[in-house]
């Protein structure tokens, strides 16, 4: 069965540190565009970051430029976003997602076909 997990979310101080781990089972990572994505309540499911090729090409939303570092360790069939110096506005469910191809502005999928169940976010002023 093909399936995505998410682990790390929680409740963080504004200014902190999260790291987020998604697993892989019934397919390797290696072949496929892999991201992150976010929804906050009221609001549409946004691209958060991605790796689009097998080159390693990334993306990364304005808003977290500078803040989020995506990466991937194959071995463990894993995918990690680390994120730092975390805002309020940074609140959301976080989904990893997995496809044949990235379209950061094809929303709500994103060109993604495989998706985890997200883990929520939640960042304190």
């Known amino acids: 069965e093909v399936q995505l997990m998410e682990f790390g979310g929680g409740l963080v101080q504004a200014g902190g540190s999260l790291r987020l781990s998604c697993s892989a089972s019934?397919?390797?990572?290696?072949?496929?565009?892999i991201g992150w994505f976010r929804q906050a309540p009221g609001k549409e499911r946004e691209g958060v970051s991605c790796i689009t090729s097998s080159e390693g090409s990334t993306y990364y939303a304005d808003s977290v430029k500078g803040r989020f570092t995506i990466s991937v360790d194959s071995g463990k069939n894993t995918m990690y976003l680390q994120m730092n110096s975390l805002k309020p506005e940074d609140t959301a469910v976080y989904y990893c997602?997995?496809?044949?191809?990235?379209?950061?502005?094809?929303?709500?999928?994103?060109?993604?076909?495989?998706w985890g169940k997200g883990t929520l976010v939640t960042v304190s002023s």
């Open positions: 997602a997995a496809g044949p191809a990235f379209w950061p502005k094809r929303a709500p999928d994103y060109g993604m076909d495989v």
């Open positions: 019934g397919f390797t990572f290696d072949d496929y565009a």
